[in-house]
């Protein structure tokens, strides 16, 4: 008995550091599966994530971290995190604070130039509070899209509460304006040798028709008269542009070859006073990079012109006023998610993103009082939105150039 009780106490010794290690081992598989499933999960999400330490050095990616930086996580690892995302440092180096004091922060919206792309990123950082303490959560996310359709949405509440106003003021003026410039006719009338009466109203005072316009022509009376007339007209078309930016058109919508319609307006644009006397639009390289395909589109070709024809000028004194070395225009068309793209691009001066931002709101101007009112692109995102039912977007870079894309829908053939 007193053997077998040994023999039994061996048996019991022998199996107990067996079971523990069999037990080991399942515990690490559990661990493994459990690592590989969160993984797994991270490797999902459409959000950039990584776990880093209070120094900034990594622990752990996922997928899309390794798509953005181009290294794989073994690489990765024990790697500083704003040497594989440098464009995001600034925002990295608050992550030891926010270790420290526990706190989440976050970083609403992050610039992000790519080439000519400009994109928007948000940044959560998420302090854990377990064992790993001393560590943190970093989550990035592509936000481009949301952040353009907040712009277009702004850019709408914008036009829809300055269009009633624009009305009411194109209205309001082109009563005082209508008697200005009548009066100013009825004055030149007044002292035209071809009409009788004006002779005869000068002989009964006693004086000479022939001496009184040659005192208003000492004096410059005619000059003035011009000048009223040449302000009057241009007082008469911004109140044009004042109704076409406020009103909903119902104008002839056909259907037309894009690339025909950008060859006129380039030719309209050629023909144009303040192109070729003021900006010297002749001697700006044209560059057309039009779509192999034929792309037809329903539109407003009249209204579609006025408005290419806005940023045609934009794009030309911009590229004036900078003397650029080259200028350089490039206008391309391409089929982009099922619309009809417009690309009118420069290489002048371009803008800061404040600048960007205004371009298309109403009377927003960087030129010189008296040059401009700032209603030319908003009538163009006016035309472009209402009348055609599309989008426009403006990319620019200073010191690199501005491009204006414009979508509208592409015309389907029925059948």
């Not at 008697?179 to 005072?205: C, D, F, G, W, Y």
């Amino acid at each position: 008995m007193i053997e077998k009780a040994g023999t039994d106490e061996n048996s019991d010794s022998a199996e107990g550091p067996l079971q523990k290690k069999a037990d080991s081992r399942v515990l690490l598989a559990d661990n493994e599966r459990l690592k590989k499933a969160l993984i797994d999960v991270l490797d999902t999400l459409p959000s950039i994530i990584a776990r880093i330490d209070r120094e900034g050095r990594v622990d752990l990616v996922n997928r899309q971290l390794e798509l953005f930086s181009g290294v794989s996580a073994a690489e990765a690892f024990g790697v500083l995190l704003e040497s594989l995302i440098p464009h995001f440092t600034p925002q990295l180096r608050q992550v030891a604070e926010a270790i420290d004091r526990q706190n989440p922060i976050s970083f609403a919206k992050i610039q992000y130039c790519s080439g000519t792309d400009v994109l928007y990123f948000s940044m959560h950082v998420y302090p854990l509070r377990n064992e790993n303490s001393g560590m943190a959560v970093i989550r990035i996310d592509d936000i481009t899209e949301h952040v353009r359709i907040e712009e277009s949405m702004i850019q709408s509440e914008k036009m829809m509460m300055v269009g009633g106003l624009a009305a009411g003021m194109a209205h309001e003026i082109n009563n005082p304006l209508g008697a200005i410039m009548q009066h100013a006719q009825n004055i030149e009338r007044r002292v035209s040798l071809t009409i009788p009466a004006n002779s005869k109203a000068a002989e009964e005072v006693g004086v000479s028709l022939d001496q009184v316009r040659a005192y208003l022509e000492k004096r410059n009376i005619f000059e003035f008269l011009e000048h009223i007339r040449t302000a009057g007209s241009r007082a008469a078309e911004i109140v044009t542009n004042m109704l076409k930016f406020s009103r909903r058109g119902h104008s002839r919508i056909e259907t037309v070859v894009l690339a025909s319609v950008l060859d006129q307006v380039l030719a309209l644009a050629a023909t144009d006073y303040d192109m070729k006397k003021l900006y010297d639009f002749r001697h700006i390289e044209l560059v057309r990079e039009y779509s192999a395909d034929t792309l037809r589109v329903a539109m407003n070709v009249s209204e579609m012109e006025h408005a290419l024809l806005n940023i045609l000028k934009n794009a030309a004194q911009a590229i004036s006023e900078a003397a650029v070395a080259n200028p350089r225009i490039t206008v391309r068309t391409l089929s982009v998610d099922g619309m009809a793209a417009i690309e009118v691009e420069d290489n002048g001066p371009g803008m800061d993103e404040t600048i960007r931002l205004r371009i298309f709101d109403p009377f927003f101007s960087t030129k010189e009082i008296g040059v401009g009112i700032g209603l030319g692109l908003s009538v163009t995102y006016a035309i472009v939105t209402r009348e055609h039912h599309g989008t426009i977007e403006a990319w620019s870079q200073p010191g690199v150039g501005s491009r204006f894309t414009i979508k509208i829908p592409l015309h389907r053939r029925n059948g």
